[in-house]
């Protein structure tokens, strides 16, 4: 059996899978924000009518999945593997929102990367032969983040000026073996990268090397230049982990005129504080399921190398004064 893979960390997809359905639910600032028309639901209350900031996750997974799921033509039951992900501790957003639905379930954590994983893991799935369709979805919340990672909401924490403010949002992506574009066409598995970064409200400047080190092996692997693409965006590196990847990239003579970052694009810098820019997991997912694959489904945009990164930090390494270990996968996505 001839070999998919392409240099050390790329894989070619030689049936590359369909997007099928995509759809995302984000909180109240979120559609506040530039991105709102891509938005598939704007809760204005963040508890999403439960008793806690956690179940709200919870049921912004459900409603996501859901409606991709509607989108597709598919029920849950003809899912073969969903693979799902959050910030939250054992990733009980993802576990509760699949609690009763009778579907393969692979709970998978990347950080603020996991929309990019459970997107390559479900697209390797079923290029392998091992089914017909996969979805992929996950969430953060604003609320939960601040009390699981840093402070609770209640103590209120000055914020410093290189934070970025996790979003209250949720996106799912359900894949068919066979169908119309867009394809997922090329993985590239990232490497854990740690530059010996330990300020938690800096994550920007942890995660840009394992961007920069994801993007270099993709390029290297599949022979591409930049220029290939018509979108390379990263996931939440923000405003300073953005500056960041563009000045590795320039070490190498390399100019990136082709970037952007989800966490630059959801919020409005000037009208709304995040510092920063936007993170979490909800980021990449909402910017993917909503600005990024309408673009592609509407001409906007032919080829593009999704590439999300996650810090991959507790509450229990930062205290012990642990250096942010980084990831980045990348996912490239063909509109025909």
Same mark, same amino acid.
């Given at each position: 059996?001839?070999?998919?893979?392409?240099?050390?960390?790329?894989?070619?997809?030689?049936?590359?899978?369909?997007?099928?359905?995509?759809?995302?639910?984000?909180?109240?600032?979120?559609?506040?924000?530039?991105?709102?028309?891509?938005?598939?639901?704007?809760?204005?209350?963040?508890?999403?009518?439960?008793?806690?900031?956690?179940?709200?996750?919870?049921?912004?997974?459900?409603?996501?999945?859901?409606?991709?799921?509607?989108?597709?033509?598919?029920?849950?039951?003809?899912?073969?593997?969903?693979?799902?992900?959050?910030?939250?501790?054992?990733c009980?957003?993802?576990?509760?929102?699949? *609690?009763?639905?009778?579907?393969?379930?692979?709970?998978?954590?990347?950080?603020?990367?996991?929309?990019?994983?459970?997107?390559?893991?479900?697209?390797?799935m079923?290029?392998?032969?091992?089914?017909?369709?996969?979805?992929?979805?996950?969430?953060?919340?604003?609320?939960?983040?601040?009390?699981?990672?840093?402070?609770?909401?209640?103590?209120?924490?000055?914020r410093?000026?290189?934070?970025?403010?996790?979003?209250?949002g949720?996106?799912a992506?359900?894949?068919?073996?066979?169908?119309?574009?867009?394809?997922?066409?090329?993985?590239?598995?990232?490497?854990?990268?740690?530059?010996?970064?330990?300020?938690?409200?800096?994550?920007?400047?942890?995660m840009?090397?394992?961007?920069?080190?994801?993007?270099?092996?993709?390029? *290297?692997?599949?022979?591409?230049?930049?220029?290939?693409?018509?979108?390379?965006?990263?996931?939440?590196?923000?405003?300073?982990?953005?500056?960041?990847?563009?000045?590795?990239?320039? *070490?190498?003579?390399?100019?990136?005129n082709?970037?952007?970052?989800?966490?630059?694009?959801?919020?409005?810098?000037?009208?709304?504080?995040?510092?920063?820019?936007?993170?979490?997991?909800?980021?990449?997912?909402?910017?993917?399921?909503?600005?990024?694959l309408?673009?592609? *489904?509407?001409?906007?945009?032919?080829?593009?190398?999704?590439?999300?990164?996650?810090a991959?930090?507790?509450?229990?390494?930062?205290?012990?004064?642990?250096?942010?270990?980084?990831?980045?996968?990348?996912?490239?996505?063909?509109?025909?």
């Open positions: 059996m001839p070999t998919k893979k392409l240099g050390q960390q790329t894989v070619a997809l030689s049936a590359p899978p369909a997007i099928i359905g995509h759809a995302n639910v984000v909180g109240k600032k979120e559609g506040d924000g530039p991105l709102a028309a891509s938005f598939d639901h704007i809760e204005q209350d963040d508890t999403f009518g439960e008793k806690s900031w956690e179940k709200a996750e919870t049921a912004m997974q459900k409603m996501a999945f859901s409606m991709a799921l509607d989108k597709a033509g598919q029920s849950a039951s003809n899912l073969d593997y969903l693979f799902a992900g959050d910030l939250l501790n054992q009980i957003g993802s576990s509760f929102a699949v *609690r009763g639905q009778t579907v393969p379930f692979f709970g998978i954590y990347g950080a603020c990367s996991t929309m990019g994983e459970g997107l390559a893991l479900a697209a390797m079923l290029d392998g032969g091992f089914g017909e369709f996969a979805a992929a979805v996950t969430s953060s919340h604003f609320c939960t983040a601040e009390r699981q990672y840093r402070t609770p909401l209640e103590y209120g924490g000055q410093t000026p290189t934070a970025q403010w996790t979003v209250t949720a996106g992506v359900v894949l068919a073996k066979d169908g119309p574009g867009p394809h997922v066409t090329h993985v590239t598995a990232g490497k854990v990268v740690d530059k010996g970064i330990k300020d938690a409200n800096n994550m920007g400047a942890a840009a090397p394992a961007a920069y080190d994801t993007i270099t092996a993709h390029l *290297r692997d599949t022979g591409r230049q930049p220029s290939f693409y018509d979108l390379i965006i990263t996931g939440d590196l923000g405003v300073l982990g953005g500056d960041l990847l563009l000045d590795l990239f320039a *070490r190498d003579g390399i100019t990136l082709n970037y952007d970052d989800c966490g630059r694009l959801i919020f409005d810098p000037a009208g709304q504080d995040v510092h920063c820019g936007g993170s979490g997991c909800g980021c990449a997912a909402s910017v993917l399921t909503g600005y990024l309408n673009g592609m *489904r509407s001409g906007k945009w032919q080829n593009i190398l999704f590439c999300p990164t996650g991959l930090l507790s509450t229990t390494s930062t205290q012990q004064g642990e250096s942010i270990p980084s990831i980045c996968h990348a996912v490239a996505i063909s509109a025909s």
